[in-house]
């Protein structure tokens, strides 16, 4: 149980372009999502934090205009890179919570998305 | 949040048990310690986490110092599967807020030689 699936697994684009990034939980409702970007040989950096319904949360130096990301419903959050340029090429990764907050919360990860920009 | 240190690299062979150190000198009271493991070109995977007792479950164990300062996950028999990132993270779950976010530091590269 607890499986987190993120399409598409891998990307590439051309400069200018946006791409677009789901994470779906496939067999839990997450109340919480967030997303994490990851360059090469460094570790995880959270970029935002999501509830289902309402805005996202962007952890200091993200841009949210560049950045953005839909909560429509329980199991599906979606990220889309507006505009892609070279550097934002990464390893693009998801997770999601039961029950953030509580202390038996754990985060369940998807496999992430590399994304190259041309 | 309280900061983790966990050495950079380990070297274990197969079918050998591995210890794997995480300092927290400035745990507080209400943090939880989280281990989670990142397999190459994968996202990160819950481990174990606990408060204070040690924890057992079917991936690894978790062995808390008495004063919460340092804690240590087991691997009890490492496979060449086992080797990854592992993340040592203290996270309190009655901060709220963004809290609820873990911060992930550099952890761990656990290689197995078989």
């Known amino acids: 149980g607890a499986v987190v699936s993120q399409h598409p697994s891998r990307v590439i684009c051309k400069s200018g372009t946006s791409v677009k990034i789901e994470c779906r939980s496939l067999?839990?409702?997450?109340?919480?999502m967030f997303w994490y970007r990851q360059f090469p040989k460094q570790s995880l950096m959270l970029m935002a934090t999501?509830?289902?319904?309402?805005?996202?949360?962007?952890e200091q130096g993200v841009e949210k205009d560049k950045f953005l990301i839909n909560h429509a419903s329980l199991t599906l959050s979606t990220l889309t890179v507006t505009s892609a340029h070279p550097e934002d090429s990464s390893f693009y990764i998801c997770?999601?919570?039961?029950?953030?907050?509580?202390?038996?919360?754990?985060?369940?990860f998807g496999p992430g998305t590399r994304l190259t920009v041309l | 949040d309280a900061k983790t240190t966990q050495p950079n690299s380990m070297e274990s062979n197969e079918e050998e048990p591995v210890h794997l150190p995480c300092n927290h000198s400035?745990?507080?009271?209400?943090?939880?310690i989280h281990w989670y493991r990142q397999l190459p070109s994968q996202g990160p995977e819950y481990v174990i986490h606990?408060?204070?007792s040690n924890v057992n479950n079917r991936m690894a164990s978790l062995a808390i110092a008495e004063d919460r300062k340092s804690s240590t996950l087991i691997l009890h028999r490492a496979t060449l599967r086992d080797a990854a990132v592992y993340y040592c993270?203290?996270?309190?779950?009655?901060?709220?807020?963004?809290?609820?976010?873990?911060?992930f530091g550099k952890g761990t590269l656990l290689t197995v030689n078989p």
């Open positions: 993270i203290l996270r309190d779950p009655n901060s709220g807020g963004s809290n609820y976010k873990l911060t």
């Open positions: 999501s509830n289902e319904g309402s805005k996202a949360t962007y």
């Open positions: 400035t745990i507080s009271g209400t943090d939880y």
């Open positions: 997770s999601a919570s039961v029950l953030a907050g509580v202390s038996t919360d754990t985060q369940y």
């Open positions: 067999d839990f409702q997450a109340t919480t």
């Open positions: 606990g408060l204070t």
